[in-house]
């Protein structure tokens, strides 16, 4: 298996069932051997029969039912643990990380030695349709975090990025040693970010233009984002220091 791509879902009927076709496609026209992984947390309206419905017809799905809604950090998490592909990618199901991008970013992870294809809302001209407290939060927290923790890109925090699985494991363990648990949080891209560049790999942007959902609600209304925000800002400073901390490394 080339290429697992690791999905998160809490009521995505819709979206599931145009998601899965539309990886398939990108899997057939670059001749990708790739897997599709959905976690869904037993959502209410289906969307894990859905995915068992498209299973038939797309017999690379996998699906990871969880018995309530657990968050998507530990959604992620469990879906890479399920999974078989030497490439790893985690993207969110409603296409605000449109699939497109999965070519080159597995492109540049795959061919070129030491880099990661990143996903990035903020290259050039890319689109970052969204509220306009949510562009403000993400905006702030992204060059609060480029700051502190000098990861050199203008995206941390989108968490749609190409990874080997033999550098996310090199990568939590070393995080693990440290006492970081990236799938902690929402926003697990922030600490990968940081701990790939801790380890010499280079964080390579790809535009990565971000839409508004079509179908489907939010999961994270305006009070949650905000907590996400605040916490992380804090979340930031404390990485940054165990970071920094020299141990032995075993
Ligand atoms: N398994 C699981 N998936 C979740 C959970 N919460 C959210 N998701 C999924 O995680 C992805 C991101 O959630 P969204 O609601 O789109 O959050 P958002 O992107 O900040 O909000 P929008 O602006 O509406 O797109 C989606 O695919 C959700 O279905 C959860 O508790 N468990
Ligand atoms: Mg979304």
Redesign the pocket.
């Known amino acids: 298996m080339d290429l697992s791509i690791i999905?998160?879902?809490?009521?995505?009927k819709e979206?599931i069932s145009l998601l899965i076709p539309a990886l398939n496609k990108i899997f057939a026209e670059n001749k990708i051997k790739g897997e599709v992984i959905v976690?869904?947390?037993s959502?209410p309206d289906g969307?894990s029969e859905t995915v068992l419905k498209l299973k038939e017809k797309y017999p690379n799905t996998v699906l990871v039912k969880?018995p309530g809604?657990?968050?998507?950090g530990?959604?992620y998490f469990d879906g890479i643990k399920a999974s078989f592909g030497k490439y790893l990618i985690m993207?969110?199901?409603?296409f605000?990380m449109p699939p497109s991008s999965i070519p080159e970013l597995y492109r540049i992870t795959q061919q070129e030695t030491g880099k990661i294809g990143w996903g990035s809302r903020y290259l050039g001209d890319t689109k970052f349709e969204?509220?306009f407290a949510?562009l403000i939060g993400t905006s702030f927290l992204n060059h609060w975090v480029s700051f502190w923790l000098n990861t050199g890109i203008k995206d941390n925090t989108l968490g749609f990025f190409c990874i080997s699985r033999n550098h996310f494991n090199l990568l939590l363990k070393y995080a693990e040693n440290r006492g970081i648990y990236p799938f902690n949080n929402?926003l697990y891209g922030l600490s990968l970010a940081a701990l790939a560049v801790k380890n010499d790999l280079r964080l390579v942007e790809v535009p990565a233009p971000y839409e508004?959902?079509i179908y489907?609600?939010?999961?994270?209304p305006f009070l949650s984002?905000l907590k996400i925000v605040f916490k992380d800002l804090l979340y930031t400073l404390s990485l940054r220091s165990k970071l920094s901390k020299k141990i032995n490394e075993g």
Do not use: F, P
């Open positions: 999905t998160a879902t809490y009521n995505e979206n976690v869904d947390d959502s969307t969880r809604k657990l968050g998507i530990s959604a993207m969110d199901a409603d605000s969204t509220d949510h929402t508004r959902r489907g609600q939010t999961k994270i984002g």
